[in-house]
């Protein structure tokens, strides 16, 4: 009994419409050489009336990223080994190694992945979201130590492709993440995730690997 019992809470941890979904989101994502996403990244706090929208691009190949955000006035460099934090107006470059997700949080440029591992997912339903139906799906995390309670996905029913994430934290903190644009299988050479810092003449390099 206490066998069945488990297998049961098992099985709706894993909602198989939400897997179904979710490995065709994986299967179309990874037949992708490249992705290129302009999108919107909005910080939504109703108890303290905070709602802040800002945009922002991410280009991804493999394991590689590169992230503009302007508002922060940041570059961000991934190759999948380093990572180099630009600070445009500093004109400062913060050198990283590449560590896996501890936080496990929704950022623009893990958002085809973050769903891959560390969740229990279910099923929501379908809706329609600027003239397209999407799936629903809600992403809660294994591990409860984290500081968002779950993630939920918007995704397009036809292409297979996420159209919106949301991140809901513990201490009342919204994130909204909407794609804009996306254009798939641009040539991106490999050296356009890392860092030169020929171009960017007077910069300061922070080595802190």
């Not at 894993?14 to 302009?38: C, F, H, M, N, R």
């Not at 929208?53 to 955000?69: D, F, I, P």
């Not at 339903?125 to 600027?130: I, R, S």
Request: net charge neutral.
């Amino acid at each position: 009994m206490a066998v069945l019992i488990i297998a049961a809470n098992l099985m709706a941890q894993q909602d198989p419409k939400a897997k179904e979904v979710l490995d065709k989101l994986s299967q179309t994502t990874k037949s992708y050489k490249t992705i290129q996403i302009g999108f919107s990244f909005t910080l939504e706090n109703k108890k303290n009336n905070v709602n802040q929208t800002n945009e922002g691009e991410v280009a991804l190949k493999g394991k590689s990223y590169r992230l503009h955000m302007p508002v922060f006035s940041m570059d961000i460099f991934c190759d999948g080994t380093t990572t180099w934090s630009y600070l445009t107006e500093a004109k400062e470059c913060n050198i990283s190694g590449v560590e896996d997700d501890k936080d496990g949080a929704l950022n623009p440029a893990n958002i085809f992945t973050i769903y891959e591992k560390g969740f229990n997912y279910s099923y929501i339903g379908e809706e329609n979201l600027a003239g397209k139906v999407v799936h629903v799906l809600d992403l809660f995390p294994v591990d409860k130590k984290k500081e968002f309670e779950k993630v939920r996905l918007y995704v397009d029913k036809v292409k297979n492709q996420i159209a919106k994430a949301q991140t809901f934290n513990k201490d009342g903190n919204t994130y909204i993440l909407v794609l804009k644009s996306m254009k798939t299988n641009v040539e991106m050479k490999d050296d356009y995730f890392k860092f030169d810092k020929s171009k960017y003449p007077g910069v300061e390099i922070n080595d802190m690997r």
